[in-house]
């Protein structure tokens, strides 16, 4: 999945997306485009400005690791002393194993984005994976097959999803799309694939209005 936060300039060149531990266990930070984006254990996303982002029936709580430590750090003197911390580690990826049975997820940044994807191991059931928007007005799938999330801060468009396998070092695209249910909540529907190989799912959020 990746998240679009405002449009590039031409030739601008964006430095990698940080995460970045919070106090609180399990927690982490990221900022993007004036977006504020707390990553925890009972959810996927929250925007200081725009809707949050759940999944149904995962793993609870969520556990996610850092990886890839990147070579800055921050401080925060902000309010009493007792609330300052200094030197706080910066990451480039977050990744929890297990988040429905057999499948994994990944975060991590590029040009502006909050991308993350669904790694499905071989055996594993594309259908468990099911998204909720909670301060969702409406879900909807467009004509083209994208969805359409809009809440009372704006509309999120997702493109349609990228599904694919790596065989032979190359990605092969595998056919699939949204499947919206009720209350908001939308999973996928995968054609058939290798189902002894992993399966990558990647829908990508085009561009938010909050």
């Known amino acids: ?6 449009a590039p300039t031409p030739r601008t060149v ?15 930070l ?5 977006e504020r984006l707390i990553v925890d254990s009972t959810g996927l ?16 709580p969520l556990h996610f690791a850092p990886l890839d ?7 925060y003197f902000i309010g009493p002393p007792s609330d300052w911390r200094s030197g706080v580690p910066q990451f480039g990826r977050l990744s929890a194993s297990g988040v429905y049975r057999s499948i994994d997820m990944v975060l991590y940044g590029w040009e502006g984005h909050l991308e993350y994807d669904f790694i499905l191991a071989p055996g594993s059931r594309p259908r468990e994976l099911k998204l909720f928007f909670p301060e969702a007005r ?5 004509a083209a097959g994208g969805l ?15 599904i694919y396998q790596i065989v032979d070092g190359k990605r092969q695209p595998v056919a699939g799309r949204y499947s919206a ?16 190989r992993t399966l990558i799912i990647d829908p990508v959020i085009d561009f938010s209005i909050l």
């Not at 999945?1 to 405002?6: H, K, N, Y």
């Open 30 to 34: 990221a900022r993007a485009g004036g």
């Open 181 to 196: 249910g009720r209350s908001g909540i939308v999973g996928f529907a995968v054609s058939s694939y290798d189902k002894k």
């Open 14 to 28: 964006r430095p990698p997306l940080a995460f970045e531990p919070l106090p609180q266990a399990g927690t982490f």
């Open 45 to 60: 996303v929250r925007s200081s400005t725009g809707p949050s982002l759940r999944l149904i029936g995962a793993a609870a």
């Open 1 to 6: 999945v990746s998240i679009l936060f405002g």
């Open 148 to 162: 359409i999330v809009t809440t009372a801060s704006g509309e999120i468009r997702q493109r349609p999803p990228r």
């Open 138 to 142: 409406s879900v909807r799938i467009s």
């Open 69 to 75: 430590r990147l070579p800055g750090s921050s401080s």
